[in-house]
């Protein structure tokens, strides 16, 4: 095929609305988190953990979450989460308007995410609760796709869980993303989210699993209500099933909020010597500046300071400076700039 026919397939395949661009970005993204995080739920169950376990979930799920943004941050920011996108749009960093786009998406690509992992691991179920879809009990796998309460957990408590661990998630990616804070080096962020739930997952998630996100409960929920699971799905629980909806959406709010009023507002106004303060917070440009001036004063000292005569440390300390010099200028400058 031509190139100019390339050209003309991919003219007329191209999207030109900008919002369809980014609906069908947070569609994949969701879609993605879900088939491989409730995949990793999924393995663990069905295998009875021989493989997999509470920390293979949370690692796999976080590594989800990460691989999700990658796919999708560069179109639509990588929301995969209607709390994140409500949270932008009281920051004023999304528009009202892309709002529902953005939440109808994600809860489609929840729901489509959950329907590949029940394919893929259809026969798996059935040998797992000898053919039938339990919401409870020592058979149940409805919680592969969505979260349920502990038998401990009150409604109130549950609430106040689901609030606090999506206003930390908020909170701290709303610090990732600030420029002029302790800024993670860019193309990093993903990476840095993961851990983050992973952190979470690992503190905060023994109530009810730490869902954090309305799209990634309700979505597979709904999924499991029509596929066998039945109606169970919304009364197990005490009722459980709009809880990972209001509290993660006021909570991320919360969390956002919580971060401009104590951090974001009090940047000030005035970036001179901004790219000097983020080299500053970095080990390794700490050590370019380093090797560097002392490479400097060892040439006002001596002319000849590479002679293999001197001392092996000055010339050691000048290849080294050389070679982050040069990294510097091309690849390392985008990473801490």
């Known amino acids: 095929m031509s190139r100019k026919n390339k050209r003309s397939l991919k003219e007329k395949f191209a999207l030109k609305n900008s919002l369809v661009k980014e609906a069908l970005s947070e569609f994949l993204g969701t879609f993605i988190m879900i088939t491989l995080g409730c995949g990793c739920v999924g393995q663990a169950v069905l295998s009875r953990g021989a493989h997999g376990g509470p920390m293979t979930i949370s690692v796999g799920f976080a590594m989800a979450v990460t691989t999700a943004v990658y796919v999708s941050g560069g179109v639509s920011g990588g929301h995969i989460n209607p709390a994140v996108s409500l949270a932008m749009c009281v920051a004023g960093r999304l528009k009202w308007t892309k709002l529902p786009i953005y939440i109808l998406a994600q809860f489609l690509g929840a729901f489509v995410g959950a329907a590949a992992v029940f394919g893929i691991y259809h026969d798996a179920f059935m040998e797992y609760s000898n053919g039938t879809l339990e919401v409870t009990g020592p058979y149940a ?3 592969i796709f969505a979260t349920y309460p502990a038998p401990y957990l009150s409604l109130i408590n549950g609430f ?3 609030v606090m661990s999506t206003a930390v998630l908020l909170l701290v990616i709303f610090a990732i993303f600030d420029t002029r804070n302790n800024r993670v080096p860019k193309g990093l962020e993903p990476v840095v989210v993961g851990l983050l739930i992973i952190v979470l997952t690992c503190s905060l998630g023994m109530n009810s699993g730490c869902a954090m996100n309305p799209a990634r409960d309700l979505g597979p929920r709904l999924f499991t209500a029509i596929a066998g699971w039945g109606m169970e799905v919304f009364t197990a629980g005490n009722n459980w099933w709009w809880v990972p909806i209001v509290a993660p959406m006021l909570g991320g709010v919360l969390g956002a909020l ?10 000030s106004d005035n970036q001179q010597g901004e790219e000097n303060d983020v080299y500053d917070k970095y080990e390794l440009t700490n050590m370019y500046h380093y090797l560097r001036t002392a490479c400097l004063e060892r040439k006002k000292q001596d002319l000849n300071c590479l002679n293999v005569n001197g001392p092996m440390t000055d010339v050691t300390s000048w290849i080294i400076c050389e070679v982050i010099s040069s990294l510097r200028s091309s690849q390392w400058n ?4």
């Open 334 to 337: 985008q990473l801490v700039t």
């Open 160 to 162: 106040a869980d689901q």
């Open 141 to 143: 796998t409805a919680h």
């Open 258 to 267: 919580t971060y401009i009023i104590f951090i974001e507002v009090h940047h």
